[in-house]
């Protein structure tokens, strides 16, 4: 359900980035030049399309799969549709422009918000909080207390080199009583 909403909400940030409807066509020149002409975007052209398309091939095959392989494989995909020129080109490019467009408006929102320094101090905070808290009240050590986690690692993990030494000294002594009777 998480994914769907993000998913969605992607999507929606995506299609906010459609250029305006233009104006109504005035009537008067002294209309016209009171309105102000609205900003557009410029249309992301050749390369930029490609990395778009392979970006967002990418970001979907890790979300929907959760593996890196088929995200690769999506980002080749529709990086190659994107210099096609049939209906899946047709769509790779689309979602090549889609993708630029959104990286571009994160540059400009980050350059005009200071996005990211801001969001590196709040999640350096929120760290520096967790483990204050967990220093002071010992919870990871309340929930390692009731889960003994700990010991059923230290516990396995005994008992795997326990394992690994006696196939390796057995292993051993079978190369030694090998190389004795050659």
Do not use: C, W
């Not at 002409?37 to 095959?61: D, F």
């Not at 096609?84 to 080109?89: E, Q």
């Amino acid at each position: 359900m998480a994914r769907l909403v993000l998913l969605l909400g992607f999507l929606a940030a995506a299609s906010a980035l459609v250029a305006p409807l233009p104006a109504p066509a005035m009537q008067s020149r002294l209309a016209v030049s009171r309105v102000a002409p609205a900003p557009m975007m410029a249309e992301p052209e050749g390369k930029s399309i490609v990395i778009g398309a392979a970006a967002a091939g990418g970001i979907i095959g890790v979300y929907l799969f959760h593996e890196l392989s088929t995200g690769v494989l999506l980002a080749v995909a529709l990086a190659y549709g994107a210099t096609l020129s049939n209906k899946f080109g047709e769509i790779s490019k689309s979602t090549g422009t889609v993708a630029a467009k959104v990286y571009s408006k994160m540059l400009e929102l980050n350059e005009q918000y200071d996005l990211v320094p801001k969001a590196k101090t709040a999640l350096d905070t929120a760290s520096t909080a967790a483990a204050n808290l967990d220093k002071n009240y010992g919870i990871t050590a309340k929930i390692d207390d009731q889960l003994k986690i700990s010991q059923a690692i230290d516990k396995a993990t005994a008992k795997k080199v326990d394992e690994v030494k006696s196939s390796v000294s057995d292993k051993l002594t079978d190369l030694k009583a090998k190389s004795e009777t050659a």
